[in-house]
């Protein structure tokens, strides 16, 4: 299995939901990553996790919450978001945190908020 | 962290061979060189990668100057398939060593 696969594709929320994107690779990477992409932007890093312990946060606002139950699952908690966060949102993952593994990323879920 | 510059956009034909500049011209000498590319409507997806030498694999090469200032990826024989956003990124294996994107040259593969 060399794939990252997210779950849903697309979802669509209100202003006052909660809700939740999941993240699995059954690579035995042990890094995995949350990035933010708008429409024609390059992606933007959120949240690292090395060894399932969060090692970077990159200011992300608290309506965000990673979290990575085990070695294989990444999840992103979302909690009364704006419209303004509407984006494609991208899980990747690499044998480790270190600079010499390259990132597999997902295919992203498509977040509208409404 | 050290910044990449590379053009906005690319043309090429199908079949033919693809040169992808990048300027890097404040790395430092613990940073090395990536390359990803974004196929529409897809996650990026690693390329290359590469410190001094050049480098080869089944996707592609990546030939650095010998300052270090700038690199070029070549695609020996692009198809249609390759037509993407394709991102240099210098990480450094010190400190937090993050994969960081900058805007990419949107390449263009012409039938």
Request: proline share 6%.
């Amino acid at each position: 299995d060399t794939e990252v696969t997210q779950t849903p594709k697309h979802l669509v929320m209100g202003m006052t939901n909660k809700k939740s994107l999941k993240c699995e690779q059954h690579m035995g990477h042990r890094a995995m990553y949350w990035y933010k992409q708008k429409a024609k932007k390059p992606p933007e890093l959120m949240f690292v996790y090395s060894y399932e312990k969060l090692s970077i946060n990159e200011s992300v606002p608290s309506r965000f919450s990673p979290e990575c139950p085990n070695s294989s699952l990444l999840n992103l908690h979302l909690h009364a978001l704006q419209p303004e966060d509407s984006a494609l949102y991208l899980c990747a993952s690499s044998r480790t945190q270190g600079i010499g593994y390259g990132y597999t990323f997902g295919s992203g879920t498509r977040l509208t908020v409404v | 962290d050290a910044k990449t510059t590379q053009p906005n956009s690319m043309e090429s034909n199908e079949e033919e061979p693809v040169h992808l500049p990048c300027n890097h011209s404040t790395i430092s000498g613990t940073d090395y060189i990536h390359w990803y590319r974004q196929l529409p409507s897809q996650g990026p997806e690693y390329v290359i990668h590469g410190l001094t030498s050049n480098v080869n694999n089944r996707m592609a090469s990546l030939a650095i100057a010998e300052d270090r200032k700038s690199s070029t990826l070549i695609l020996h024989r692009a198809t249609l398939r390759d037509a993407a956003v394709y991102y240099c990124i210098l990480r450094d294996r010190q400190g937090a060593q993050k994969l960081v994107f900058g805007q990419g040259t949107r390449l263009t593969i012409n039938p």
